[in-house]
């Protein structure tokens, strides 16, 4: 079955360096997201994308976040200068239509951050 | 705003004993409502999905109905087994156009005990 993989699976970084997440969508989706929860706390959404741009933010993906998909198979999350309070788990999911509750978010398992 | 609370966690059973977790929602629009499943180690997975008002879903002896008089979606089993044993998500997916991005509540731990 197919599924979405993230790597790497755990990541430790000093504070104000950039660090880049990667996942691989299921292979015909269209619609990507990445989400994160920081330990003891909600999964909170981040962003989400579609034909190559962003198509919603929310008010957490500030001007240190950017998201890319620079081939056809990866899509990346960057933070450009890591924060203590970034340290989280990071998901990445897709789906192939992004219609509001039609279609399923496929999850990842996650890229735990830790920032020092 | 939109927002899913959910009963704390964790939650305790032995094999075999009947489960209810809680999840009630705030919503402007009509929107769809899910429970996601996390088994240690994995990513979140689908467990149930209900687009509308009354509707139940089910999957796996899992079962939530869609209460809009209550705004709630709350998860129910009738015989929990050890497997069962995972954090447990609400979320919603507002309507009114508000995009495909989920909402969720804080995720609730089960264990179930032999």
């Known amino acids: 079955e197919p599924e979405v993989t993230q790597t790497p699976s755990h990541q430790v970084t000093q504070m104000g360096q950039e660090v880049i997440l990667r996942c691989v969508p299921i292979?015909?989706?269209?619609?990507f997201y990445w989400y994160r929860q920081i330990l003891g706390q909600k999964v909170e959404f981040l962003v989400s994308?579609?034909?190559?741009?962003?198509?919603?933010k929310s008010e957490i993906f500030d001007d240190q976040f950017s998201v890319e998909r620079p081939d056809g198979s990866n899509f990346t999350l960057k933070i450009r200068s890591t924060k203590l309070e970034d340290s989280a788990m990071y998901f990445c999911?897709?789906?192939?239509?992004?219609?509001?509750?039609?279609?399923?978010?496929?999850f990842g398992p996650g890229t735990r951050l830790l920032v020092l | 705003g939109n927002s899913v609370t959910q009963m704390e966690g964790p939650v305790t059973l032995s094999e075999e004993a009947f489960l209810t977790i809680n999840c009630t929602y705030t919503?402007?629009?009509?929107?769809?409502l899910f429970w996601y499943v996390q088994y240690p180690g994995e990513g979140l997975q689908l467990l149930l999905k209900?687009?509308?008002?009354?509707d139940k879903g089910s999957n796996k002896g899992f079962e939530a109905t869609y209460r809009k008089e209550t705004t709630s979606f709350h998860l129910e089993k009738g015989s929990v087994q050890v497997s069962d044993s995972a954090v447990y998500f609400c979320?919603?997916?507002?309507?009114?156009?508000?995009?495909?991005?989920?909402?969720f509540g804080q995720g609730t731990e089960l264990s179930v005990k032999p």
């Open positions: 994308f579609y034909n190559n741009e962003i198509s919603e």
């Open positions: 292979s015909n989706h269209l619609y």
């Open positions: 209900a687009t509308k008002a009354d």
């Open positions: 999911a897709s789906s192939y239509l992004g219609l509001a509750g039609v279609e399923t978010q496929y």
């Open positions: 919503a402007t629009g009509y929107p769809s």
């Open positions: 979320a919603q997916t507002p309507g009114n156009n508000q995009g495909g991005k989920l909402i």
